[in-house]
């Protein structure tokens, strides 16, 4: 890796303080496990039963990931994305960031670079705000034990790696989209038509060639499969190819673009 | 012969079947400051874009410091601080922050940053996000920018729009220190030539995308004494004109009055009483003196 990627991701870093994106992550990050919370305190008579549970880790991890998986992690990585890109075309930066004597590779890689490491911090989030959800309803509720089921680490980060997995053709294709318009609306309104598309493919037997599934998809396969039309091969390798291809198109288009501010 | 800091040959660029630059040959020598001028849709933002790959060249070929710009971006464009039209600044971020995610790119001191600041004019604007600044705090906050990480060569596409009076003095004694002190090449684009009439050492007139004229600002003087003219109104235009004639003298007829080019004091004194020993009346004997002003803006329309 070079010394002058190095420089161009903190400074790209930088930029996104203060930015909505980071706002959408933060918030995100928590939202659910908030939910999941206030929903328990509420029904705080059913606690002790539930807490005593062998599978009290794995009904919460379900529970967190529902909406999360379906309707809000999507939503977020579409808004994320592209609200990274827009901080150049909003501000009228482009100008200014391709005269800065660092090659479009690494402005391209370095901007995406980004992109992956606020999922990635979105999902330590979210781990926390799932921990927290356990922990909060036990030290504020009387007569609630600590869970007695042991932590499923393995299952918790194996479940993570795949759910982000799954979420790298939808950055790729936001990023594509956001890096070729101006125009904010443009990858937002992409992402949500191709979200939609989703959801109405789900029991599709072809349902797996549109990249926005595969978060649904590892969703309902540990619980209700029966809803989706969910592939019988390892999807997750369909998400990564996906994701170099798209990327790949991507930077091709990108190098290529005749104005670059 | 000259050592050139920017140099572009028969630059040609369309915007699909429009020619927006014919054959532009830029020469910017080492250690100048050149004013790069032209009315609004001339070709001069367009020229510095594609002289700093903001656009796809087309035709022609672009060279800074001697060397082609493509083959060797990266080490020309650390050489260069440039401002492009408008201010480019994350409006989310405090003036030191939008210098700080320069500073990383660029590795220069840290200390450049507060350095920079002092110098346009903003030392301390604390946590004001650059979205809340006015549009001369932006402009200043651009050339601290351009200027972060010292460069030999500064490119400023109409630095001092939305500047006040004394913003612009300002940034003018700025740019000449840093010129004078610094030896930084600096090319200034204007759409007027009263405003970096001061400045500047070299000239570049741009119209309808064609280059008029390049010199030194001498050069251009020297236009202008040559466009002094002697106006004469008399009560008989042909007898005035045989007479003028008979000097050796060119007369033009213009508005029903006669105009000379630039007349030595005697000549005129002798023509005015050989006139009126003719029984000629004068009625006007005037020296008009073109502005460079002037000069520019007949060079644009003609």
Known sequence: MSLSFIHSFQSERLKTKRSL????????????????????????????????????????????????????????????????????????????????????????????????????????????????????????????????????????????????????????????????????????????????????????????????????????????????????????????GYFVVITAMSYALYVTKKEKG | MPDYCIQTNNLTHHFLQQEVLHEINLNVETGSIYGFLGPNGAGKTTTLRLALGLLKKQRGAIYFFGLPFHENRISILKKIGSLIESPSLYGHLTAKENLSLLQKVYQCPKERIQHVLNLVGLPDTGNKKASQFSLGMKQRLSIAIALLHNPALLILDEPTNGLDPNGIIEVRELLKKLNQEDGITILIS?????????????????????????????????????????????????????????????????????????????????????????????????????????????????
């Open chain 1, 21 to 240: 994106a980071l706002w959408i992550v933060i918030i995100g990050g928590f939202f659910t496990p908030v939910i999941v919370t206030i929903i328990r305190l509420v029904q705080y008579k059913t606690l002790p039963a539930m807490y005593s549970s062998d599978k009290f880790w794995m009904q919460l991890w379900q529970n967190s990931w529902e909406s999360m998986a379906i309707f809000l992690l999507p939503m977020g990585v579409v808004l994320a994305t592209s609200l990274i890109t827009q901080i150049e075309y909003k501000n009228n930066t482009w100008k200014q960031l391709h005269t800065t004597p660092l090659s479009l590779t690494t402005i391209f890689f370095s901007k995406l670079t980004v992109i992956l490491v606020m999922m990635f911090q979105f999902f330590v989030l979210f781990n926390i705000g799932i921990y927290l959800s356990a922990i909060i309803p036990y030290l504020l509720v009387s007569g609630v034990p600590y869970p007695k089921a042991p932590f499923p680490y393995l299952y918790f980060l194996e479940q993570n790696l795949f759910y982000f997995i799954d979420c790298l053709p939808i950055i790729a294709l936001q990023y594509l989209i956001s890096m070729q318009f101006k125009n904010f609306l443009v990858p937002v309104g992409a992402g949500f038509v191709f979200w939609f598309g989703a959801l109405a493919s789900l029991s599709w037997k072809y349902g797996y060639i549109i990249p926005y599934t595969y978060t649904t998809f590892l969703f309902l396969k540990s619980g209700i499969a029966n809803k989706a039309a969910i592939p019988d091969f390892n999807f997750h390798w369909l998400a990564v």
């Open chain 2, 190 to 302: 204007s759409h007027l030539l009263a405003e970096i009439e001061k400045l500047v050492t070299h000239v570049g007139i741009i119209n309808q995308g064609r280059l008029l004229f390049q010199g030194t600002l001498d050069d251009l003087k020297n236009r202008q004494q040559l466009s002094l003219q002697t106006v004469f109104e008399t009560s008989d235009q042909e007898k005035t004109l045989r007479l003028m004639s008979d000097h050796n003298l060119s007369p033009r007829v213009e508005n029903g009055k006669i105009i000379l080019p630039s007349l030595a004091r005697e000549t005129i004194a002798t023509l005015n009483q050989q006139l009126v020993a003719n029984d000629v009346l004068v009625y006007e004997i005037s020296v008009v003196k073109n502005d460079l002003e002037s000069i520019f803006i007949d060079m644009i329309n003609h």
